[in-house]
């Protein structure tokens, strides 16, 4: 399998979809077979998640991962979605100083880069301010 179609064929990377346990109702991100909070296993049924939430917490890159340079300042931040798992995405398409903690985001799919000489396009989720 080509591994563009093989990272496309897992749900949870380009749809948002995580689990739900049917015993305490707890909704976890990325998927899980068993549940963290009641330790159950084979009640989780597949889950997509809402795409909005909030800023909880955020910081501003300024020194960069390689591949990544031309972007700084970014803001990376750790966000709560309305179902109630918690993310870790870059917030785009607004100056760093424009987040605040609290801040309503929408999950937004995005193309994150290009990989070898046959130019493999991968996509990731990042988040985009609500106005």
């Known amino acids: 399998m080509a591994v563009p ?7 949870s ?8 346990c049917g015993n305490c109702n707890q909704v976890h991100f990325p998927p899980r077979y ?3 909070n009641c330790r159950r296993v084979g009640k ?5 998640l809402k795409p909005r939430g909030k800023v909880i917490s955020y910081t501003v890159v300024h020194v960069a991962a390689e591949g990544f340079e031309d972007q700084v300042p970014y803001v990376l931040a750790i966000v709560e ?3 109630g798992p918690r993310i870790t995405a870059q917030v785009t398409d607004c100056g760093p100083d424009e987040v605040r903690i609290g801040d ?3 999950i937004v799919f995005r193309r994150m880069g290009q990989e070898g000489e046959e130019g493999v ?3 990731g989720y990042k988040c985009k301010k609500v106005s």
């Not at 179609?5 to 749900?11: C, K, M, T, V």
């Not at 990377?13 to 739900?20: A, H, P, S, V």
């Open 104 to 106: 309503e985001v929408e």
């Open 121 to 123: 396009l991968y996509y």
């Open 44 to 48: 989780l049924e597949p889950y997509k």
């Open 13 to 20: 990377r380009y749809n948002l979809i995580g689990t739900r």
């Open 81 to 83: 979605l309305e179902d």
């Open 5 to 11: 179609r093989f990272w496309r064929e897992i749900p």
């Open 34 to 36: 068993l549940c963290p």
